[in-house]
């Protein structure tokens, strides 16, 4: 049997396989001589590591989303800025060496007064969409729904 150390050695490279992405980890996981309890809560540790990984690159996504929303919004306010004192100083157009400004009319756009007015026409139709949950609650009550049946599934939940 392996000494801990080199137990220890071979999990590491498990866990550095796995963030490499690395095909064969099955092999890699048989391979390395423990008591199946070993091996299970020592893979159960690489994943609360990558567990933790993952909210940690949730929160970094979460932070940059919120401060890329910040320099949108930054960028919205010094156009209208820009805008504003082109307009108030009847320039249309300011050119300077490095940029050249211009206000000109946007494409034109549909803009709705009164949508109960509109014949049904021009309304695309919604997808129908299934639902899942009222299905679900008739099957568990014993009713026949055709072309539905219950399926029981199973999962590993490591607590």
Request: aromatic share 4%; net charge negative; charged share 30%.
């Amino acid at each position: 049997m392996a000494s801990l150390y080199e137990l220890h050695g071979n999990y590491l490279e498990l866990q550095q396989m796995i963030e490499d992405g690395h095909e064969g980890l099955e092999d890699t996981l048989q391979s390395i001589e423990d008591a199946i309890p070993v091996k299970l809560e020592n893979t159960a540790r690489i994943i609360r590591n990558l567990e933790a990984e993952n909210e940690m690159y949730k929160a970094e996504e979460k932070r940059l989303a919120d401060r890329r929303k910040s320099n949108e919004n930054s960028i919205k306010r010094l156009k209208e800025g820009i805008q504003m004192v082109m307009e108030s100083s009847g320039n249309k157009k300011v050119k300077t060496p490095l940029f050249s400004f211009g206000i000109q009319n946007n494409p034109p756009s549909v803009h709705v007064t009164d949508d109960t007015a509109i014949p049904k026409d021009f309304f695309i139709p919604v997808d129908p969409k299934l639902d899942k949950k009222m299905i679900l609650k008739l099957l568990k009550e014993g009713n026949q729904v055709p072309g539905a049946e219950l399926k029981q599934s199973e999962s590993l939940r490591i607590r």
